[in-house]
């Protein structure tokens, strides 16, 4: 018997799968598809104000356990259902007003809110940027004469930048560019 290397296997999944038809794969999902049923969710016929009425009771219920709970974990403190509720009112989210208006042409626009400014999300740094920061901090420590130990760290965390640098082009395109190299 021939030893089959990871080569062939993926050689061979790779035949076999050229060889499934599209209507194979189509079938299989109407199967799947008829398995799980065309049932419409009763939810979608009720009216909206049921709906709303429902989750607050909900969201009430929930801040009555939380009362219940800081109580218990804070017996020394008095906690009330205002008190949470305030805690979780949410700035730009006002009750008696909408936050979006419609236009008469069914435009959505957004309120004019300016206690809801939304955070800049933090911006990620790439390897590439993470590496030039490194040797810009390394040749900072050498003229600055800085302990060696505090450069190895510097070393080391720039080396980890380089490594992911490198890993990010590495990356498969295709599972034929296998084959290729």
């Given at each position: 018997?021939?030893?089959?290397?990871?080569?062939?296997?993926?050689?061979?999944?790779?035949?076999?799968?050229?060889?499934?038809?599209?209507?194979?794969?189509?079938?299989?999902?109407?199967?799947?598809?008829?398995?799980?049923?065309?049932?419409?969710?009763?939810?979608?016929?009720?009216?909206?104000?049921?709906?709303?009425?429902?989750?607050?009771?909900?969201?009430?219920?929930?801040?009555?356990?939380?009362?219940?709970?800081?109580?218990?974990?804070?017996?020394?403190?008095?906690?009330?259902?205002?008190?949470?509720?305030?805690?979780?009112?949410?700035?730009?989210?006002?009750?008696?007003?909408?936050?979006?208006?419609?236009?008469?042409?069914?435009?959505?626009?957004?309120?004019?809110?300016?206690?809801?400014?939304?955070?800049?999300?933090?911006?990620?740094?790439?390897?590439?940027?993470?590496?030039?920061?490194?040797?810009?901090?390394?040749?900072?420590?050498?003229?600055?004469?800085?302990?060696?130990?505090?450069?190895?760290?510097?070393?080391?965390?720039?080396?980890?930048?380089?490594?992911?640098?490198?890993?990010?082009?590495?990356?498969?395109?295709?599972?034929?560019?296998?084959f290729n190299e």
């Amino acid at each position: 018997m021939k030893n089959v290397t990871l080569k062939d296997a993926v050689t061979l999944l790779s035949v076999a799968w050229d060889r499934v038809s599209t209507e194979t794969l189509a079938n299989c999902w109407k199967k799947i598809l008829s398995l799980m049923g065309n049932e419409e969710d009763p939810e979608y016929n009720i009216p909206l104000s049921i709906l709303k009425d429902k989750w607050s009771a909900e969201i009430n219920s929930l801040m009555r356990m939380s009362v219940d709970l800081l109580q218990d974990l804070s017996p020394q403190v008095e906690f009330t259902l205002p008190m949470v509720r305030e805690w979780n009112d949410d700035p730009c989210v006002d009750d008696t007003t909408e936050i979006y208006e419609i236009t008469e042409i069914y435009e959505i626009e957004e309120s004019d809110d300016d206690d809801c400014i939304a955070e800049d999300p933090i911006k990620k740094i790439a390897a590439s940027e993470a590496v030039e920061i490194f040797n810009k901090a390394l040749q900072w420590a050498g003229d600055a004469m800085v302990d060696q130990s505090d450069m190895s760290v510097l070393s080391r965390l720039r080396e980890k930048a380089v490594f992911q640098l490198l890993e990010r082009k590495k990356q498969q395109k295709k599972i034929t560019d296998l084959f290729n190299e």
